[in-house]
């Protein structure tokens, strides 16, 4: 009987990660009809509800207004609230990323425009609270000719933020700096090397460190502030285009040098493990943010990339394997702008270079098959992909823009979750203890086997694992103390991890 139930649930995930999601709802954000606007970020809580941070831009005659608006998005598409943020009335503000805490407080980093005749860029970062009210704002003290928050992460409540300064006698440093609740430097670090001005790497380990870097170098902090690790990526080879990190600490780096692509593997301890070139020649469209995952396997998926040997308009995603060796090559109608690995399967974003539309895929990890394709826009009403999250209820959210009298606005839908759920199989259950937890959880399911899925309160990804039927010892020492959920299927846990 057991093994008729496995087959059961092995059938019905399988036609569940086929069938294409069906849109719950979708709406377009305008603030102007004469304004660009654009989802810069966006954010889920456990809740699943969804925190937008849309960017707009409205030419005037001999000037430019930045007007970040900032919404709070319910799981069925109503507006809980919305904020515009313009600085003590000045429209001259950019938000690049959003975060949330624990008590769905709100936190925003960017940069504000001075106004004259040079005009130059100054690190801003807010707070809202969790009924969008503002609390504060953070500027350096620092006195610099210029400087720039570009990356903003917030772990176990507190805000790490990552970005740039410079003066004219010491040149670009890349600056890392960790703010509490209340708007206040726990600590600051300057890394001696420069950076992109729009691109500085942030990322936070399974086991609790701050992963950041610069153009040549990798660099990793302890939560206190404290040097743990470093490494020069260099080599001849500048502009750490992406970063990404696995369960297991490792970190991966994605480089240009003149029109050659290089994705690199360190350890923990920023130790070398190899080195694959030749990743193509281009990157898509001019992006310099490149999507880059890894899976609970040690694989690595990195995309948006012209091979010119096989023309210009060729675009492909390339997974290397634990070695750094090329499993596939996909060739692809859309330029990926997210990846999202989630449940053995490979999702992702991008716009067509033809048609006008753009459109979330499911592709099949292993073999590199599209499993189905939900698009939007056409060659009229035309649209490019922003963003894509997957909730802990397994929807997808998608962040897109379209085309609309010249101008782009900003266009945020809901559509199923269509991962592979077994929980929808009749008398699926799991227990899980002890809770709290130190080292070790143990999850029993009565099921054959399935996949635990373990995320952050922020519904991010930090671990996989395969279950059986027996009790399941899972090893949580790598993970930072706080609170945790364990998915199985579309059934969720919390645990606390102390």
């Known amino acids: 009987m057991k093994h008729l139930f496995a087959l059961c649930v092995l059938a019905c995930a399988t036609f569940a990660a086929l069938a294409q ?9 305008t603030i102007d009809t004469t304004a660009y606007e654009g989802t810069n970020d966006m954010v889920t809580d456990a809740n699943g509800n969804i925190y937008q941070l849309i960017q707009t831009q409205v030419y005037l005659q001999n000037s430019t207004l930045f007007k970040p608006v900032i919404r709070k998005v319910a799981s069925n598409g109503t507006v ?58 953070h500027e350096l003290s620092d006195v610099a000719m210029e400087n720039r928050a570009n990356k903003l992460i917030v772990h176990n409540n507190a805000i790490y933020i990552a970005g740039y300064t410079y003066n004219a006698g010491d040149g670009i440093k890349t600056l890392l700096v960790k703010l509490d609740a209340t708007g206040s430097e726990t600590w600051k670090r300057y890394m001696d090397c420069a950076t992109s001005w729009d691109s500085s790497p942030l990322l936070i380990t399974p086991s609790g460190n701050i992963l950041t870097g610069c153009n040549d170098s990798i660099v990793i902090l302890q939560p206190d502030g404290s040097h743990y690790a470093a490494a020069d990526t260099s080599l001849g080879i500048y502009n750490n285009v992406s970063f990404a990190v696995d369960a297991n600490n490792n970190t991966y780096t994605f480089h240009w040098q003149s029109y050659d692509y290089v ?68 060739l692809l109608d859309y330029d990926p702008a997210s990846l999202v690995y989630r449940n053995n399967k490979l999702y992702a974003t991008g716009a067509s270079m033809y048609s006008g539309q753009s459109a979330i895929l499911q592709i099949d990890p292993v073999t590199a098959n599209v499993d189905w394709t939900v698009s939007q826009g056409d060659s009229v009403q035309q649209s490019q992909a922003d963003k894509l999250l997957i909730d802990n209820s397994g929807a997808f959210v998608y962040a897109s ?35 709290p937890a130190n080292g070790y959880i143990v999850i029993a399911a009565n099921i054959d086997n399935g996949t635990l899925s373990i995320h952050d309160i922020q519904g991010r990804l930090v671990a996989e ?34």
């Open 21 to 29: 999601p069906q849109q719950q709802w979708t709406q377009t954000y």
């Open 80 to 137: 809980v609230w919305s904020y515009i943020y313009t600085h003590g009335g000045n429209n001259d503000v950019t938000f690049n990323n959003i975060g949330i805490d624990d008590s769905g407080n709100v936190y925003l980093a960017g940069y504000r425009l001075t106004t004259g005749q040079n005009g130059t860029y100054f690190w801003h970062a807010i707070k809202l609270d969790n009924d969008g009210n503002y609390q504060w704002q």
């Open 263 to 330: 994705v690199r593997k360190f350890d923990a301890n920023a130790n070398l493990l190899w080195t694959r070139d030749s990743i193509g020649n281009y990157l898509a469209f001019g992006d310099w943010q490149i999507p880059m995952v890894t899976d609970g396997n040690g694989n690595v998926y990195v995309g948006s990339i012209i091979d010119s040997q096989s023309g210009m308009d060729s675009v492909y995603l390339y997974k290397l394997n634990t070695s750094g060796a090329v499993v596939w090559k996909k």
């Open 401 to 435: 823009r379209t085309i609309g009298m010249g101008y782009w606005d900003a266009v945020l839908s809901r559509y199923t979750g269509n991962t592979t759920d077994i929980s929808e199989v009749e008398g699926l259950s799991f227990s899980l203890y002890p809770n």
């Open 465 to 498: 694992h395969e279950l059986n039927a027996t009790a399941n010892l899972i090893d949580i020492t790598n993970l930072n103390s706080g609170m945790y959920l364990a998915k199985v299927g579309s059934m969720v846990k919390r645990f606390v991890k102390e």
